[in-house]
């Protein structure tokens, strides 16, 4: 359904830096990779403030993984049938490893994992809006692929040509793993569909649910983004905020006829001389109330991340003492 192809060159936003003669050797290097619209490696001189946008947005993003297990990780043990649970557990582990492909590109601007985690424990770092709903039903395990990580590949895909090169390779093998989620979460809404009255109207309920929420994940409209224009610059991101929502809105409207579900917008239209589907206005003071700590499922999501770490401890402790008794050996062994 969603494929690289959508990463067209039309689509490019240009990478506005120019060399400055008067600018630093390194600041000069960097300018001209920019303008070549090459690629940032870990050992490369970068200014702080590149530096400071990568790591923000790559641990939001891991941060948003590692949360985002919850949600759907609570329906494991309820999953209809072994086939779904088998399908479910490969899906969440999925979403952890991402988590931990991200914290390790991070890890690669100089900051800790250690650092990240506990500014994700004392909630001064954000993780995605989306992760703060709750999921009633089985329907809502099958919204969160169609829907949650059908919005994560649009987001994600023009992601895979950034400029800094670790995380650019993290989402190649992420997008190719979101687009198996988005599938499945399509294929179990299919067979709900197909299903009784009871299972239709479940389904129905799951998509008014999250829609608009769903919408919310591509961020703040254009004109109150604040980091877009500089993201820009450096070719972190090349397809704004709502140019992303918009495309997201046009492809999911043919699968939604397909499912036979209503998207629950009575603004949603196509017009014709924008080719392109007008769609209702998004509430914004929602979304900035779920950012800001005060969604339905926040506390909760946090209090169950903070309980994992510690009860997690033991193992971490151990893998420690284990590596450090076997470079021990290694040591004893060559001398
Ligand atoms: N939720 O100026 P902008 C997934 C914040 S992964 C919370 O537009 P930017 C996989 C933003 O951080 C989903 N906060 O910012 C999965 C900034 O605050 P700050 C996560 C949000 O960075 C599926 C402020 O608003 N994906 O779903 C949100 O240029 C299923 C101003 O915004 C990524 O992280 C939000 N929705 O653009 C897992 C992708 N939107 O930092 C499990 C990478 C904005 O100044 C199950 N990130 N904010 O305090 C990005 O592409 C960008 O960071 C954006 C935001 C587009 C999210």
Redesign the pocket.
């Known amino acids: 359904m969603y494929t690289q192809s959508l990463d067209i060159p039309g689509n490019v936003q240009p990478i506005g830096a120019s060399a400055d003669v008067n600018a630093s050797p390194e600041q000069q290097r960097f300018d001209a990779v920019m303008e070549a619209d090459g690629k940032i490696e870990p050992q490369d001189w970068m200014p702080e403030a590149y530096r400071k946008t990568l790591v923000?947005?790559i641990s939001?993003?891991a941060h948003?993984?590692i949360i985002?297990?919850q949600p759907?990780g609570n329906w494991i043990s309820r999953a209809p049938s072994l086939k779904r649970k088998a399908i479910l557990l490969a899906k969440v582990q999925d979403?952890g490893g991402h988590g931990l492909y991200l914290y390790s590109a991070a890890e690669t601007m100089g900051v800790s994992r250690d650092q990240l985690v506990d500014a994700l424990h004392a909630g001064k770092a954000?993780?995605?809006?989306?992760f703060n709903y709750t999921t009633p039903t089985w329907a809502d395990v099958g919204v969160?692929g169609w829907l949650?990580?059908g919005a994560?590949i649009m987001?994600?895909i023009p992601?895979c040509r950034c400029t800094y090169g670790p995380y650019a390779r993290a989402m190649i093998r992420i997008c190719k793993e979101?687009s198996f989620?988005q599938r499945q979460g399509f294929d179990a809404l299919l067979s709900m569909m197909k299903g009784t009255q009871a299972q239709k109207d479940m389904v129905q309920q799951a998509v008014d649910r999250w829609w608009w929420p769903v919408l919310?994940?591509?961020?703040?409209s254009d004109k109150d983004?604040?980091?877009?224009g500089q993201?820009f610059q450096w070719g972190i991101?090349r397809i704004s905020?709502d140019d992303l929502r918009q495309k997201f809105v046009d492809a999911t409207v043919e699968q939604a006829k397909i499912l036979g579900v209503t998207l629950p917008d009575p603004d949603l239209k196509w017009n014709e001389e924008r080719k392109a589907h007008d769609y209702g206005a998004i509430d914004w003071e929602e979304f900035w109330r779920v950012?800001n700590g005060d969604g339905p499922c926040n506390k909760e999501r946090l209090a169950t991340r903070v309980k994992a770490h510690d009860d997690g401890a033991w193992v971490r402790e151990a893998a420690l003492a284990h590596a450090e008794k076997q470079a021990t050996r290694a040591h004893q062994q060559a001398a």
């Open positions: 923000r947005q939001q993003h948003s993984e985002g297990m759907e979403e954000k993780y995605s809006s989306i969160i949650v990580d994560a987001n994600q992601l979101e989620h919310m994940m591509f961020g703040p983004s604040i980091h877009s993201s991101k905020n950012v």
